[in-house]
């Protein structure tokens, strides 16, 4: 996109254009492509833009994103799998025949309010003036358009789950899992499958809870036809799934939204080869992911399974864990100085044979929440260093919090106190080309009330109960938030 360009974005539903003797609905598709074009050029000129610019270029290309979700229903209902090559063809077809009527469409508006004002310039302009490829062959046939682009798959997670229906052009994630709200578990799953199941006759509650516990449906009984139609994301090669976007990609105006999912066990060859294949046909861009590569993870399947495993595991006799005892004699100590979003943070780490033995951090004034917030980071801090629990541990947790505004720019940017700690323990303590580390103190030589000295506090705000901001001050005998205008009077 441009810089200054906006999202216009529609998706059509393309579950409910199957008919009940399982051919496509053309007719009704092509009628709600025309309705759904003009509904969005229309947001061009209903909408309040944030920014002049972005209004200007608005309607200057009246750029349009009509995209498709519930492909996956599609399928389902016409008794297609999502891995065959039967699939791919449909989706070129229903993907270009979305793509035309969408531009017939944005020809119609055109003949009635004009084309785009960049129309001339553009790849659907005149000859004479028409961008072009560097042979100077045309980009796109002489067409008289409303919008310089009228397609796209974009993701659908939101909209999807309200229309009740498969996410883009994606396939189903699983036909039934365990959904955990308000410490009950509850089983979801498919309404379409549930029907056709209690409709043939092999629906059984058990069966839908091994379905979710295990993940898939490749259960005795279940017919084979039916495993073969409702194909799940990770019961499909990866190489599907890119045919899947370049058949798709091949009539759309932008670009698309699609997971290529691949399994725990997947090599950097395997994404190679998905990375390859996207490129040899003509995709724009992919997003690869292997399942279980984050600690938390959006969707997953089979978690009843891994209860029952953890049920049944052997139990685990915990051992008390005893922080190490402060040593008699004290403990050198070092002072790191750092701005931070809500003022200057200094932080004391104590050293035991030249690595942290604790952390004492203070910002601001005694008293205020912020210093409240940052000495329970200290002393958690300390309590986790004394336990033997790794130093980098600790940075990763603490790094990349982010809080209302930052300090500094690039590599020294500071996203929130707890971010600051994490930044100094990693550059220190945890990367072996750390700086020089100041000239230590031994703790006794400290004050033994604080074991710590600020030459300089730092004013800063008390956290405002309205918006936040660390800016709620004392004025005129009375608290006052400099961001909201919250008062406490």
Known sequence: MLPYDSCNLGSVNLGLFVTAKQTVDWDNLRTVVHESTRFLDNVIDANHYPLPQIGDLSQRIRRIGLGVMGWADMLVKLGISYASDEAIELAREVMAFVDEESKVASEQLARERGTFAEWEQSVWGPDATCARRPDGSRLQPFRELRNCNVTTVAPTGTISIIAGCSSGIEPLFAIAFWRHQADARMLDVNEQFVAQAQREGWYSQDLMERIADSGHIHHSEVPAEVQRVWTTAHDIAPEWHVRTQAAFQESVDSAISKTINMPNEATPDDVRAAYELAFNLGCKGITVYRDGSRSNQVLSTGSGEKEKAAESAPVVIEQP???????????????????????????????????????????????????????????????????????????????????????????????????????????????????????????SDLPPSVAVVIEHPVSSGEICPDCQNATLMNEEGCRKCHTCGYSEC
């Open 321 to 443: 864990i005893t922080p190490r005892t402060i040593p008699a004699d004290g403990l050198p100590s070092h002072s790191f100085p750092v701005q931070t979003p809500l003022g200057k943070l200094r932080l004391f780490v104590t050293e035991l044979d030249e690595k942290p033995f604790e952390v004492f951090a203070i910002i601001g004034r005694a008293g205020s929440d912020v210093m409240a917030f940052t000495e329970a980071i200290g002393r958690l801090t300390s309590l986790a260093l004394r336990c033997g629990v790794p130093v980098k541990l600790i940075a990763e947790q603490l790094r990349g919090i982010g809080g209302a505004s930052s300090a500094g720019f690039g590599p020294n940017r500071v996203r929130s106190v707890p971010d600051a700690i994490g930044k100094l323990l990693q550059e220190h303590y945890v990367n072996p080309d750390h700086p020089e580390r100041p000239k230590s103190l031994k703790s």
